[in-house]
C-alpha cells in the first residue's frame, strides 16, 4: 500500500515538472536569450528528478538534493528572467518557474525538508517580486504556490501525527495482548495450585468430616500439614517447586512454624535463574533448624527471596533471629 501510494505521489510530481517545463519551452514571443530558459529548464529537470528519485527507500530527501533543490529556487527564476525583456517577464511561458518552484518545495516538505521547502518559497516570493513587480508576481501564480506548500506543511504534520498515535495504538494493544496473556498464564497457575492443595487437602478435609473431627495424633498432623500445603498453594505463588514444598514439608514434621509470602519479587527472573533460585531455597529450608520460619519475595532490585529463622520466643527480640538468609536476583 505504502509502496502504490508513493509511486503515485511520484508520477504526479513528475507530471507536474513536465507541464512547467513543457510551458517554458512554448514561446510565444522570442526570447532575447532563448539558450538561458533552455537551461534554466533543464537545471530545473534535473533538481526535480534528483529530489523526487534519490535515495528512494528513504523517506527524508538526501542533503545533496535539498541544496540542488534550493539553488534551483535562486537560479530558475533569475536565468528565465534575464533572458527576457522587462515586459515579456509578466507572459504565461515567462512565469513557469513560479508553479515549478512551487511544486518543488511541496516535494521537499513531503520528504520530510521542511525548511529546505519553505527557504524555497521565500526565495520564489523575492525574486518573483523582484522581477515582476509585488501585484504582478502574486496574480501570475505566486498566490498558488503559497496555498501548495501551505497545505503540503499540514497534510505532512497530520499525517505524521496520525502516523504516531497508530503506533502508541499498536504498542498499547500488544501492551495488553501480552498482560492478558499473562493474566491466563497466571490464572492457570492458580487453578494448578489450587488442585494440588485440594488433592493434598481434600482426604484430610473429608476423613475430618467422617468422624466429625475426632482425628488421632497421627491424623492431627495430617491436617496440619495439609492446612499448611493449601496456605502455601495459595501465597507462594513462584515460589513453589517440588523440593520447596518437600522441604517445608519436613520442616513442619519437625515442628517448624513455615509462612510463605510471594509479593512479586520473582517477576521479571527468566526461568533458568527461577530453577536456581528454588533450588537454593529448598536447600537453606533442609539445613534450618528455627521454630519459625518466614520465607518472603519481596519487591526488591537486589533480593529476591528472604529467607528468616527465629526461636519460638523471638516475636521481639532482634536478637532472637537465627537465620537470615538473601537470595539474589542475579547469580552472583
Known amino acids: 500500500m505504502r509502496r502504490s501510494v508513493r509511486s503515485i505521489t511520484t508520477a504526479l510530481a513528475l507530471g507536474f515538472a513536465l507541464y512547467f517545463a513543457a510551458r517554458g519551452i512554448w514561446w510565444t514571443v522570442q526570447p532575447d536569450a532563448p539558450l538561458l530558459i533552455v537551461a534554466a529548464i533543464a537545471f530545473y529537470l534535473a533538481s526535480v528528478l534528483t529530489a523526487v528519485l534519490g535515495a528512494p527507500r528513504e523517506v527524508r530527501m538526501p542533503v545533496g538534493s535539498a541544496v540542488l533543490a534550493l539553488a534551483s529556487s535562486a537560479i530558475v527564476p533569475v536565468l528565465v528572467s534575464l533572458a527576457l525583456e522587462p515586459s515579456l517577464r509578466g507572459a504565461g511561458f515567462a512565469t513557469w518557474y513560479i508553479g515549478a518552484t512551487g511544486l518543488l518545495a511541496v516535494?521537499?516538505?513531503?520528504?520530510?525538508?521542511?525548511?529546505?521547502?519553505?527557504?524555497?518559497?521565500?526565495?520564489?516570493?523575492?525574486?518573483?517580486?523582484?522581477?515582476?513587480?509585488?501585484?504582478?508576481?502574486?496574480?501570475?501564480?505566486?498566490?498558488?504556490?503559497?496555498?501548495?506548500?501551505?497545505?503540503?506543511?499540514?497534510?505532512?504534520?497530520?499525517?505524521?501525527?496520525?502516523?504516531?498515535?497508530?503506533?502508541?495504538?499498536?504498542?498499547?494493544?500488544?501492551?495488553?495482548?501480552?498482560?492478558?496473556?499473562?493474566?491466563?498464564?497466571?490464572?492457570?497457575?492458580?487453578?494448578?495450585?489450587?488442585?494440588?492443595?485440594?488433592?493434598?487437602?481434600?482426604?484430610?478435609?473429608?476423613?475430618?468430616?467422617?468422624?466429625?473431627?475426632?482425628?488421632?495424633?497421627?491424623?492431627?498432623?495430617?491436617?496440619?500439614?495439609?492446612?499448611?500445603?493449601?496456605?502455601?498453594?495459595?501465597?507462594?505463588?513462584?515460589?513453589?517447586?517440588?523440593?520447596?514444598?518437600?522441604?517445608?514439608?519436613?520442616?513442619?514434621?519437625?515442628?517448624?512454624?513455615?509462612?510463605?509470602?510471594?509479593?512479586?519479587?520473582?517477576?521479571?527472573?527468566?526461568?533458568?535463574?527461577l530453577d536456581e533460585i528454588r533450588a537454593e531455597l529448598a536447600g537453606v529450608l533442609a539445613r534450618a533448624r528455627s521454630n519459625r520460619l518466614i520465607i518472603r519475595a519481596g519487591r526488591d532490585e537486589t533480593n529476591a527471596v528472604t529467607v528468616v529463622g527465629r526461636t519460638a520466643g523471638g516475636a521481639t527480640d532482634d536478637d532472637a533471629v537465627e537465620l537470615w538468609h538473601e537470595i539474589r536476583r542475579v547469580a552472583e
Do not use: K, N, Y
Open 107 to 273: 516535494v521537499c516538505i513531503v520528504r520530510r525538508r521542511p525548511l529546505v521547502g519553505w527557504a524555497m518559497l521565500v526565495t520564489l516570493i523575492v525574486a518573483a517580486c523582484a522581477f515582476m513587480g509585488i501585484g504582478s508576481a502574486f496574480t501570475l501564480g505566486l498566490v498558488g504556490s503559497i496555498t501548495w506548500v501551505v497545505v503540503a506543511q499540514l497534510l505532512v504534520f497530520f499525517w505524521d501525527r496520525a502516523v504516531r498515535d497508530t503506533e502508541r495504538l499498536a504498542d498499547v494493544q500488544r501492551a495488553v495482548s501480552a498482560w492478558h496473556a499473562t493474566q491466563l498464564v497466571r490464572q492457570r497457575e492458580r487453578r494448578v495450585r489450587a488442585q494440588r492443595a485440594l488433592a493434598v487437602a481434600g482426604p484430610v478435609l473429608s476423613r475430618t468430616i467422617a468422624v466429625r473431627g475426632q482425628l488421632s495424633e497421627d491424623e492431627r498432623l495430617q491436617a496440619r500439614l495439609a492446612e499448611g500445603t493449601l496456605r502455601d498453594e495459595l501465597r507462594g505463588g513462584d515460589l513453589m517447586s517440588e523440593a520447596v514444598r518437600e522441604a517445608i514439608t519436613d520442616a513442619r514434621r519437625a515442628g517448624a512454624t513455615v509462612t510463605v509470602f510471594d509479593e512479586g519479587g520473582l517477576e521479571g527472573i527468566d526461568e533458568e535463574r
